[in-house]
């Protein structure tokens, strides 16, 4: 007696059964992954709120540096229990006011893609209007004070 003989099927899931093997999308560059990262996603975030903000009040801001870093450094006597969103360190002479929002405590605080958006739009547009001495109503339309 012979045994019976198996017909080769081509595999379209891998041999645990949990789903096709290797990336969905090839990247254009190799190496390079084609979908961004979360940090790229919000950089990206940010650096659109702040042109369209920058774009408009370029004339009173004057020279002003924006920087996305992943979280403050809190010294360890810190007293207050609320980690800070931004840091805005005013420019003398020469150097450049320089701004700084904090992804990680942001991200923390945001429960979808929208209240992100919301997050970074509130702490920049809250910055910006302390830097002018002007309430931040006035910086951007979309602002909201809730």
Known sequence: MTPPTRTKRPRTRD???RGMRGPAVLPEQPGRPEGRTPRERFDALVLGVVTEIDTRWQDRLGLVEYAVEDAPMVPDDWSTETVPLSSLIRGAGTEPTRLVIF??????????????EALVLTVVVEQVAELLGIPAEDIDPRYERD
């Not at 992804?103 to 992100?116: F, G, K, V």
């Open 103 to 116: 992804r990680r405590p942001i991200e923390q605080r945001a429960d979808s893609r929208d209240d992100l």
């Open 15 to 17: 041999r645990h059964g």
